[in-house]
């Protein structure tokens, strides 16, 4: 996988760095009480004879943040595309173990394999709009979704979305410009805003920030809290500090095992395993 090409910096987090980003905390959210939106039991999977995932057990929790951490290799991505499927392209591939959203079984005989992916939509680590306007890559989204909209709908939804992902008052007098002619920061809001168009309820983003500079980094982070009040969010990342900035639930993974997961700020605090430590404080990486 590309991993290795493009990763965030892996910061330190030691009691200096914990201590300076204590006042930098944007939110404490209280624990969800709805149910949580997706369950994932004892999940394993494997490419061929490699095993890439073992015995993960794990609740998503609904309108909430929850970070994949780990080394590279430790499974974070084969986790993240299981949720809606897309390793099932893969001929090697095979899982087994038992994921719900919302109660039904993804694996269940009735799903939708479209429906599935635009219910739990995905961003990745590269900005792929499509080829073509930075308007058509959300009405094509939505075309491909319900077929025929009639224009005074498609552009009410175009706006809507692209307020959503924070990008509108940037692109509103060029929405006919092609999307390679945003930066890289504006071409993955674009991506998150065709994730939004499609109404899912999971937006699982793959390392979004990895390639991106400090200033778009931090309007993506913002956009993500906002939109947490109304959509379960995934993100995998191996910026720590991301992590700690805006997850309310970090999951570690470590050689394709679940090592812990807990509420954020007490995973970073006090982590209950020797592992988690070690990684959190940049001990390895
Ligand atoms: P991470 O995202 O944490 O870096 P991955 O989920 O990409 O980890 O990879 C977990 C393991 O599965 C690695 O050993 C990786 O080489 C292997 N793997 C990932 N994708 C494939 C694939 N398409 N075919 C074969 N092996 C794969
Ligand atoms: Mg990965």
Redesign the pocket.
């Known amino acids: 996988?590309s991993?290795s090409t493009m990763t965030d910096e892996v910061i330190a987090f030691d009691d200096e760095f914990l201590s300076q980003l204590e006042g930098q905390m944007s939110v404490e959210r209280i624990a969800s009480e709805a149910p949580p939106i997706i369950e994932i039991e004892n999940m394993g999977c494997v490419?061929?004879k490699?095993r890439?995932l073992e015995g993960v057990t794990l609740d998503i929790p609904r309108d909430r943040i929850t970070a994949f951490i780990?080394?590279?290799?430790?499974?974070?991505?084969?986790?993240l595309r299981c949720l809606n499927r897309m390793n099932d392209d893969?001929p090697?591939?095979k899982m087994d173990g038992r994921i719900t959203i919302e109660g039904q079984d993804i694996h269940g005989r009735q799903v939708n394999l479209t429906a599935l992916r635009r219910a739990v939509g995905m961003v990745f680590q590269q900005p792929n709009p499509f080829p073509m306007s930075i308007y058509d890559n959300i009405a094509l989204a939505v075309k491909e979704q319900r077929g025929r909209v009639a224009r005074a709908e498609l552009d009410t939804i175009v706006e809507g979305s692209l307020e959503q992902a924070s990008l509108w008052t940037e692109v509103k007098d060029s929405l006919k410009d092609s999307a390679f002619s945003l930066s890289g920061g504006q071409q993955q809001r674009l991506c998150i805003a065709r994730a939004l168009a499609v109404t899912p309820g999971v937006i699982m983003l793959?390392e979004p920030c990895a390639s991106l500079d400090p200033i778009s980094t931090a309007k993506i982070e913002e956009l993500l809290l906002a939109l947490s009040a109304e959509y379960t969010i995934i993100i995998?990342t191996h910026n720590l500090a991301q992590a700690h900035r805006i997850s309310d639930q970090v999951a570690f993974?470590l050689m394709?095992k679940l090592v812990e997961v807990g509420e954020t700020r007490a995973v970073f605090e006090s982590p209950r395993y020797e592992e988690t430590g070690n990684y959190i404080t940049g001990r390895f990486g």
Do not use: E, L, R
């Open positions: 996988m991993d490419y061929g490699k890439a780990g080394p590279s290799g430790c499974g974070k991505s084969t986790a893969i090697s591939f793959d995998v993974f394709g």
